[in-house]
């Protein structure tokens, strides 16, 4: 829509990038499958007599500090690319590398959540050992398979920035959806802290 006697150019430059407007979208339908899971976790448990509560395992804490760090990396490499983007002239150094850190924490963090799973399992617990162990491998699962979905999303990213075609509204919304699995996973750790 233009405005009467308007410039259509100037319409276009109010409407957000769909890269930006998708990632909102993901984001709270994201937000709206955990919030179901959290509903199902706080009435199964209220409602059970079979509730085996456990100890978390401590790599999940080292895991998060992981995750905080590539949130760091990941802040770090858009500031670089940002000067690389507006000074191409310039020996400015390849803002790529701080991407690759933050691809390979990532990385990090799902091979931790593994470990995690690993020993829950050494420990007898599994997924249907009972409701409380059901809820961590549902949670923990379907959350790192979304941190693998922002894996792919910075591999996307990388391959644009190495063919000199990234979109700012591109690294912008995978940043975005990457912090955005940071709080989630906080939000995880706290809420199976307290309920199981």
Known sequence: MVPAGGDPRLALDYSPPPSSTAIWVVMFAISMMFAAFTSALVVRKGSSLDWRTFQLPSILFFNTAILFASSITLEVSRRRIAKFMGNLQAQVESPARWL????????????????????????????????????????????????????????????????????????????RYWHFMDLLWVYLLLLLWMKL
Request: hydrophobic share 45%; with cysteine; aromatic share 14%.
């Open 100 to 175: 690759y850190v933050t691809l390979f924490l990532g990385i990090f963090f799902v091979a931790g959540q593994y470990v995690a799973w690993s020993q829950l399992r050494a420990g007898g617990l599994y997924l249907a050992t009972n409701p409380s162990s059901s809820f961590f491998y549902v949670l923990t699962v379907t959350h790192a398979l979304h941190v693998l979905g922002g894996l792919c999303g910075l591999l996307y990213v990388i391959r644009k920035l190495g063919k000199s075609t990234l979109r700012r509204s591109t690294l912008t919304a995978t940043a």
